[in-house]
């Protein structure tokens, strides 16, 4: 169902912007999507922008600092432990970028990174499961791993979340990660011309219409890294990086237009 009231254990369920122009940023995202922004207070200051579709959150936004990196998205697992499960991510090799902390009193969250460099945060809820809205026009709808390693992140990933995988059979490989008879996400490697790219996670939102959201976001100043392309059987997708440099996907589901 695209309105969620919760998030399984082993389920990605949020995404927000660490930015160098908050301001740009929600011009670009607001404008490609039509996203509604309300900012929140963070103490001591600051704030968090909540993105919002039909008052449902589907991502938001904060002023990233230096120590971040360069501007990108944080992709969100939830876990029942948040504790417990970083400390399963450390057995398993991956490096803790931020011990578990408290968010206010919405949640717990923790950032690892996995033993092939691609970064993750784990979310536990409080009183904020995460997205509200997913799967629908302008919200979340997939999440991809892009790996130095496709062998050493997949053994991680199936350990730690239980998942289990299923290769499609494509060169190059991509496999999918699944929970029960659910797709939750893709991985592949990072070879070639991609080599020199980090190990990362790639969020996506949905769209009606690739081509035209991809000609939008370039008339609002994205960059265009790869674009529209078809995946047989399942529908179009391109790569993009807002004004400050930050990459995510969009995604057509089916083989429309």
């Given at each position: ?16 912007l ?78 803790v ?9 919405v949640?717990?969250m ?60 494509s ?9 029960g ?12 011309e991609m ?63």
């Open positions: 169902m695209p309105e969620m009231t919760a998030h399984a254990h082993g389920t990605f369920s949020w995404a927000d660490a930015t160098s122009d908050i301001a740009g940023a929600k011009t670009f995202y607001t404008g490609l999507f039509g996203w509604d922004v309300e900012d929140l207070p963070i103490e001591p200051e600051g704030s968090y922008s909540m993105f919002r579709i039909g008052g449902k959150d589907v991502a938001a936004a904060s002023q990233g600092s230096p120590e971040q990196g360069p501007p990108h998205w944080n992709a969100y697992v939830t876990v029942d432990d948040v504790d417990k499960t970083t400390e399963q991510a450390k057995e398993l090799g991956a490096n970028l931020a011990p578990p902390f408290d968010v206010m009193d949640g717990r923790s950032v690892v990174q996995d033993p092939a460099g691609a970064a993750v945060s784990l979310w536990q809820a409080i009183t904020n499961i995460g997205a509200q809205l997913m799967n629908e026009p302008g919200s979340l709808t997939w999440f991809e791993c892009g790996s130095s390693d496709m062998k050493k992140a997949e053994s991680f990933y199936t350990e730690l979340f239980g998942w289990g995988t299923s290769p499609m059979g060169e190059p490989p991509y496999t999918i990660f699944t929970r008879e659910d797709q939750v996400a893709g991985l592949y490697e990072l070879t070639g080599a020199s790219i980090p190990p990362n996670w790639t969020v996506y939102f949905l769209v009606n219409d690739v081509q035209a959201s991809t000609d939008k976001a370039k008339e609002l100043g994205g960059n265009i890294i790869v674009p529209p392309q078809d995946i047989p059987g399942f529908g179009k997708f391109s790569l993009i990086t807002d004004p400050q440099g930050a990459a995510f996907g969009i995604y057509q589901s089916g083989q429309a237009g």
